[in-house]
C-alpha cells in the first residue's frame, strides 16, 4: 500500500482528454516535486514529467502535469490509442526518508 | 546516448544472495544519483534504494533494509546492489535508473524459488 494514492483504473476514448490523480500528505507531495512516468507494456518505464509539470524532450505536449497542495495530476489532451500504458507517479517522503511511487493508473483507450 | 544495462539476475533459493550490476554509458556516471527500482510480477513499481554521486547518502525502502546494499563504482561507470536473505516477494525485475529515473535499464529478473 503506497502512501500515494492512484486510482487503479482510467479510461477514455480517442480525441479526450483524461486526467489521473496523485493524492499524498504533508510529508510526500505537500513538500516536494512529483514526477510521473508512463509503462508501456512489457517495457521499462519512461519519464513523462519531472517537476510537477516539466516535459522533457521529446514528450509531446499533449502531456501535462500540475501539483496543488498535497495532490497531483497528470492530463492527457487528444488521447491516442498508443497512450495505453501505466502511469506512475513519484515524489519523495520525509517520514520515510526515500522515494515512493504510486500504485499506479492503468489507462485504457476505448 | 544514455545506456543501462542490468545483470546478474536468475533463480535463487529463498535465504540465498545475488548480487545485481548496472553497467552505465554516455554520460558522466559519477555525476548522477543512482536508484534500484523493483516491478513483482503484475505489480507496480517500487522504489527500493539511491545511492548519491559520492556514495553519501544511501536510503533503503524499509522492506530491503538490512538485508540489500547498494554501492557504485564510478571508475568502473558501476552501480551494484547486493542483496542477501532473499524471500519469495523479492521476486521481481530489478531496474536501475538515474536521478530522478529519468533513465531506465531494460531490467534483470530475479526469481526466488526452492
Known amino acids: 500500500q503506497s502512501v500515494l494514492t492512484q486510482p487503479p483504473s482510467a479510461s477514455g476514448t480517442p480525441g479526450q482528454r483524461v486526467t489521473i490523480s496523485c493524492s499524498g500528505s504533508s510529508s510526500n507531495i505537500g513538500s516536494h516535486t512529483v514526477y510521473w512516468y508512463q509503462q508501456l507494456p512489457g517495457t521499462a518505464p519512461k519519464l513523462l514529467i519531472s517537476?510537477?509539470?516539466q516535459r522533457p524532450s521529446g514528450v509531446p505536449d499533449r502531456f501535462s502535469g500540475s501539483k496543488s497542495g498535497t495532490s497531483a495530476s497528470l492530463a492527457i489532451s487528444g488521447l491516442r490509442s498508443e497512450d495505453e500504458a501505466d502511469y506512475y507517479c513519484?515524489?519523495?517522503?520525509?517520514?520515510?526518508?526515500?522515494?515512493?511511487f504510486g500504485g499506479g493508473t492503468k489507462l485504457t483507450v476505448l | 546516448e544514455v545506456h543501462l544495462v542490468e545483470s546478474g539476475g536468475g533463480l535463487v533459493q529463498p535465504g540465498g544472495s545475488l548480487r545485481l550490476s548496472c553497467a552505465a554509458s554516455?554520460?558522466?556516471?559519477?555525476?548522477?544519483?543512482m536508484n534500484w527500482v523493483r516491478q513483482a510480477p503484475g505489480k507496480g513499481l517500487e522504489w527500493i534504494s539511491y545511492i548519491s554521486t559520492s556514495s553519501s547518502p544511501i536510503y533503503y525502502a524499509d522492506s530491503v533494509k538490512g538485508r540489500f546494499t547498494i554501492s557504485r563504482d564510478n571508475a568502473k561507470n558501476s552501480l551494484y546492489l547486493q542483496m542477501t536473505s532473499l524471500r519469495a516477494e523479492d521476486t521481481a525485475v530489478y531496474y536501475c535508473?538515474?536521478?530522478?529515473?529519468?533513465?531506465w535499464g531494460q531490467g534483470t529478473l530475479v526469481t526466488v524459488s526452492s
Open positions: 517537476k510537477n509539470n
Open positions: 554516455g554520460f558522466t556516471f559519477s555525476s548522477y544519483e
Open positions: 535508473a538515474r536521478g530522478w529515473f529519468d533513465y
Open positions: 513519484a515524489t519523495w517522503d520525509d517520514s520515510l526518508s526515500g522515494r515512493v
